[in-house]
C-alpha cells in the first residue's frame, strides 16, 4: 500500500468560526508586491538592479501576501503551521525549473529578448532565487482555492478512474517520450510538460508514494483539478508581471503562436493545467521520493500537512 500521505505541502488546520485578523507578513507582502511592481513596470531612470532585479521581491510579495489570505480565511496557513515545508519549497522549486530550463534549450519555447549582462554567477544566483517562487506561488493559490467549500465539493465526488498498471505505464510512456522531444522539437512541444508529468507520477506510484492522482481511484479528483486551476491562476499573473517588465520572456509556441493574451499564446496557457501537478510531483519526488532513494528514513523527510479546511486527500514558476 502507499504512504497514508497527503500529497503535497498545505495548512492543516480548519476553517475558523470567525475570521482572524490579516497577519503582519501578509501586510508586508502586500507592501513588497506593490512596490516591486511599480519598479518592475516604471520606466523612471532608477539605478540598474532597482530594475533589473525586480522579480523575486515581487513574487515574494505576493507568496506572503496570499498566504495572509489563507490566514484571513482559514485560521492557518503553510508559513505559520507548516514552515519548515514553507522554507523548503523554494530550493526544491529553483532547482525544479532548471530542470525546464535546461528542456527548453531543445525546444526553444521560451526565450529572454532583453537579458541583462549578468556575470555567470550572478545570473545562477539571481535566476535562482527567481526559480524558487515557483512551487510555493502555486501552492498557496492552492490553498487559497481551497478555503471556498464549493471548490473543495465542487469535484469530490467524480468519475472514478481505476487503471491497471497505471503507474509502471506512465513511466515507460514518459521515459520513452522525454527523448524524443529533443529530436522532434516542434511536433513534440507538449511533451515538455507531459513527459515530466508522466515521468513522475509514474515513479512514485512504483515507489509506492501518495501523489494527487491516487483520489481519483475513488472519484475525488479535488487535489489534482485544486493543482490545475492554482498553475492557470499562477501564470496569468507571471504573463501579466511579465508585460512591461524589464528582464522579461517571450515565446516561439509551434502551430499556436496567435491570439496572445500579454506574451502568452491563449491556447498556451493549456499548458499550465498540467504544470500544476507536476509541481506537486516535483515536490514528493524531492522530499520522499528522494530521500528513500538515499536509504535515509523517509520519516524524517518534509511531511506535507493536510489542506485547510476538509482534507483534500482524506480518504478512508522564469524570471
Given at each position: 500500500m502507499?504512504?497514508?500521505v ?9 476553517q475558523?468560526?470567525?475570521s ?5 507578513h ?5 507592501a ?5 511592481w511599480v ?6 531612470d532608477?539605478p540598474g ?6 522579480f ?6 505576493f ?10 480565511r482559514?485560521g492557518t496557513?503553510?508559513?505559520t503551521?507548516a ?10 522549486s ?6 525546464f530550463?535546461?528542456?527548453n534549450r531543445?525546444?526553444?519555447?521560451w526565450?529572454?529578448?532583453?537579458r541583462m549582462d549578468?556575470?555567470?554567477?550572478h545570473y ?5 532565487l527567481?526559480f ?5 506561488a ?8 481551497a478555503?471556498?467549500?464549493?471548490l473543495?465539493r465542487r469535484?469530490s465526488d467524480g ?6 498498471h ?11 517520450l ?7 522539437p ?12 508522466l ?8 515507489a509506492?508514494i ?7 481511484k475513488r472519484?475525488?479528483w479535488?487535489?489534482?483539478l485544486l493543482l490545475?486551476?492554482?498553475a492557470l491562476?499562477c501564470?496569468f ?6 508585460a512591461f517588465?524589464s528582464?522579461r ?8 503562436d496567435?491570439f ?12 499550465y493545467?498540467p504544470f500544476g501537478?507536476?509541481c506537486?510531483?516535483?515536490w514528493?519526488?524531492?522530499t ?7 536509504g535515509?528514513n523517509?520519516k524524517?523527510a518534509?511531511?506535507?500537512?493536510a489542506?485547510p479546511?476538509p482534507?483534500?486527500d482524506?480518504?478512508?514558476?522564469a524570471c
Amino acid at each position: 500500500m502507499g504512504e497514508s500521505v497527503p500529497s503535497t505541502p498545505s495548512s492543516p488546520i480548519p476553517q475558523p468560526s470567525s475570521s482572524p485578523p490579516f497577519p503582519l507578513h501578509g501586510r508586508i507582502g502586500l507592501a513588497l508586491l506593490a512596490v516591486s511592481w511599480v519598479l518592475a513596470w516604471s520606466r523612471l531612470d532608477l539605478p540598474g538592479p532597482a530594475e533589473q532585479h525586480t522579480f523575486f521581491p515581487l513574487w515574494l510579495g505576493f507568496i506572503l501576501f496570499l498566504d495572509g489570505l489563507v490566514v484571513r480565511r482559514s485560521g492557518t496557513s503553510l508559513a505559520t503551521t507548516a514552515r519548515r515545508d514553507f522554507l523548503w519549497m523554494f530550493p526544491v522549486s529553483a532547482v525544479s525549473w532548471w530542470y525546464f530550463e535546461f528542456l527548453n534549450r531543445s525546444v526553444r519555447n521560451w526565450w529572454y529578448p532583453d537579458r541583462m549582462d549578468f556575470g555567470p554567477v550572478h545570473y545562477l544566483i539571481y535566476s535562482s532565487l527567481c526559480f524558487s517562487t515557483v512551487l510555493p506561488a502555486i501552492f498557496e493559490i492552492r490553498d487559497l482555492l481551497a478555503t471556498f467549500p464549493a471548490l473543495r465539493r465542487r469535484w469530490s465526488d467524480g468519475p472514478r478512474w481505476r487503471m491497471p498498471h497505471a503507474a509502471p505505464a506512465a513511466f515507460l510512456l514518459g521515459a520513452l517520450l522525454l527523448p524524443l522531444v529533443a529530436r522532434h522539437p516542434d511536433p513534440l512541444f507538449f511533451a515538455t510538460w507531459v513527459a515530466p508529468l508522466l515521468l513522475l507520477a509514474g515513479a512514485l506510484g512504483l515507489a509506492r508514494i501518495q501523489s494527487p492522482f491516487d483520489s481519483v481511484k475513488r472519484g475525488d479528483w479535488t487535489p489534482v483539478l485544486l493543482l490545475a486551476c492554482a498553475a492557470l491562476v499562477c501564470g496569468f499573473f507571471w504573463e501579466l508581471w511579465n508585460a512591461f517588465s524589464s528582464p522579461r520572456w517571450a515565446y516561439a509556441v509551434p502551430y499556436v503562436d496567435r491570439f496572445h493574451l500579454f506574451a502568452m499564446p491563449a491556447v498556451g496557457y493549456t499548458g499550465y493545467l498540467p504544470f500544476g501537478p507536476i509541481c506537486a510531483c516535483f515536490w514528493l519526488a524531492w522530499t520522499r521520493l528522494m530521500r528513500s532513494g538515499s536509504g535515509r528514513n523517509n520519516k524524517h523527510a518534509p511531511s506535507p500537512p493536510a489542506p485547510p479546511g476538509p482534507a483534500l486527500d482524506s480518504a478512508p514558476p522564469a524570471c
